[in-house]
């Protein structure tokens, strides 16, 4: 399973390679939409890269309630745990 590092190191690379995000904007605490100027169809390209590297299929609804980079690690660490 992957530790949290890798989940978020993972993550970082996705939201810099797909989205062009500064790297320096990306922490823990960083609101996906607010701070990092992700959109509802960036959300929907990054879950689909998601289930890429979780190598699982899981709903958008599973994301709803994320805000924060930290919502997606959660989220993400609770998917590989299943």
């Known amino acids: 399973m ?3 590092d890798e989940i978020f190191e993972t993550l970082r690379g996705y939201l810099i390679e797909m ?3 500064p790297p320096a904007k990306i922490t823990l605490d960083a609101r ?4 990092l100027d992700l ?9 689909v890269k998601l289930q890429e590297f979780t190598r699982r ?3 958008a609804e599973e994301f709803k309630t ?7 690690i959660d ?3 609770s998917i590989l745990a299943e």
Do not use: G, T
């Open 19 to 21: 989205f062009e995000v």
């Open 66 to 72: 994320v805000r924060h980079v930290r919502d997606v």
């Open 39 to 47: 959109d509802s169809i960036d959300a929907v390209d990054l879950i």
């Open 57 to 59: 299929k899981f709903k």
């Open 32 to 35: 996906l939409y607010e701070d």
């Open 2 to 4: 992957q530790s949290r």
């Open 75 to 77: 989220r993400v660490e």
